[in-house]
């Protein structure tokens, strides 16, 4: 199962990197929150989690970490205009989906 969803996360981060919109504003379906994972340690994380607006019967969300690769990069993946994270992150929320993303 593990194997089955990382090939499918692998795809969908490939397309969408590949024909991202790379449009600043997104759709208003969802609220953004600013966190900071472990605040006040040496090492804090600070990121923005996507919540939609409809929330689950048994009161939660499924979620999806985004973890990006080494290197300079930012929670949204910025590569020229493109921003493949805030693409995957906005489609995942609109359709009922939490998402972490963090720098």
Excluded at 4 to 10: A, H, Q, R, V, W
Excluded at 14 to 22: D, E, M, P, R
Excluded at 32 to 40: E, H, Q
Aim: glycine letters at 12%; charged letters at 10%.
């Amino acid at each position: 199962m593990k194997k089955y969803l990382f090939t499918i996360m692998t795809i969908i981060l490939c397309f969408t990197g590949c024909v991202s919109s790379g449009r600043q504003n997104v759709t208003a379906s969802y609220t953004c929150v600013d966190v900071i994972i472990g605040p006040g340690t040496k090492w804090e994380l600070v990121g923005v989690l996507t919540l939609p607006e409809t929330v689950m019967p048994s009161g939660g969300y499924p979620a999806v970490v985004i973890v990006h690769g080494s290197g300079p990069g930012d929670m949204n993946g910025t590569a020229f205009a493109y921003k493949p994270y805030l693409d995957i992150a906005d489609f995942l929320s609109s359709n009922g989906i939490a998402v972490l993303r963090y720098n």
